[in-house]
């Protein structure tokens, strides 16, 4: 489309988000340009060779309810790329391998009473019901004691506890009730019918819809600096004047950052002060996500909860089943605070865990059957939500005259994903306009 006002608008962040933004702005006109540490794009999404093998460094899956993702597809002619898989879910608690996800597994699962199964049950089925626009009564709520007076101690003890212990650690019962609510709610939605779940994948991974981004907004007057960091947005009398990269300063007319809160103060220190104290104190979970290539499978399920006194995981993915590979992939998520000592340890002190839980859930695996296994690390994986989270975040367009700051964060309650990102980033990109 012809645009008469024109602008030049960097983007920080090559992640899902920073790249709906670029689109949107090339779609309406103007000229974004993004700058991305990294060499390649995709952020949490983006690739690597994993011994001949292009995957994702950390696992994604798509629901029936990701409209935004979808929209995206289209638009960019891949839609024919998506594939859905009818998938299961399991429970390894107790050392038994136990079906999960579906009523029939509930009322069968051994280790619960029938009361507690019904409180369950009853929690879950209604967390899906509630409308996804409701959310706000559960905002000041915590998380734990919500699901405790909904489905008793037993329950809690069994199937949820160690879910919160083993990612959350020290934070664990100052969690909002909607941000809990909202991961409820997307799994319940993949539902179409009461036993069954239907997720999807693209062909060829994220880099289907990473690269088919990136392509239309370099053909459509965009431009996309990879190993470019930026290392200070220059603010001059209230307002955007650039961007500082070792090149030096450029000129834009406006500038919308996507990548990761924390790093706004060292990025943009001449914001007021009282607003990078607000991106200061927020905090992240980091993420030490393992994934094993094996000759054969661990289980039949794409999703696996643990609860094992000898494991420190909540559970783990194996992706295979959900994307059929020629070899079959698991991926195992340690996920912590990063000030927490265990997230210091070496990559093989996590890898061999792996091989070893691995071999716990199926004893017929043996060192022979693991092709290779690799730790990818992130740091802020994802944000620690406390009850009314949302207040402690600042608003993305800041008191500065052509600047927006966000991230995933933003979108809370609902957790991190491709979709909301897209819708996010899409949105973003309309009000800089």
Known sequence: MINSSKQRIAVLGAGPMG???????????????????????GG???????????????????????????????????????????????YWYNKRLQPWGNPMALLKFKGLGMVAKVRYGLHAFLSTKRKREDWRPLDHIEATGWIR????????????????????YDYSD???????????????????????????????????????????????????????PVRKVVLENGAVKG?????GVEGFDKVIST????????????LPADINAKFAALKNVAVVCVIAKLKKPVTENFWLNTNDDDMDIPGLVEYTNLRPMDHHVVYVPFYMPGEHPKYGDSDDVFT????????????????????DVRANRYRYAQPICPPGYMESIPPRKLPVDGLWVADTSHYYPEDRGISESIDFGRMMAREAE
């Open 243 to 247: 961007v500082e990269t070792t090149n």
């Open 259 to 270: 990548i990761p809160l924390p790093f706004v103060p060292r990025l943009i220190p001449d």
């Open 19 to 41: 790249l709906a933004v670029a689109y949107q702005l090339a779609r309406d006109g103007h000229q974004p340009v993004i700058f991305e540490a990294d060499d390649r794009v």
């Open 352 to 371: 061999d865990k792996v091989r070893r839980y691995l071999k716990m859930i199926n004893p017929s695996l043996t060192d022979a059957d693991f092709i």
């Open 174 to 228: 100052n969690l909002s009730a909607a941000w809990i609510w909202s991961r409820i709610r997307r799994i319940g939605t993949s539902r179409y019918s009461m036993f069954r779940e239907k997720l999807g994948y693209l062909e060829g991974g994220s880099d289907t819809l990473l690269h088919g981004m990136k392509s239309w907004i370099e053909a459509n007057g965009g431009e996309i600096r990879l190993s470019t």
């Open 149 to 168: 007076r909904w489905v008793g101690e037993e329950a809690w003890r069994v199937l949820w506890k160690r879910l919160f212990d083993y990612k959350f």
């Open 44 to 90: 949490m999404t983006a690739c690597f060779d994993f011994n001949g093998l292009s995957i994702e460094r950390y696992y994604h899956f798509h629901c029936i309810s990701d409209a935004g993702f979808l929209t995206m597809l289209d638009e960019l002619g891949l839609a024919d790329r998506m594939r859905w898989t009818e998938t299961k879910m399991g």
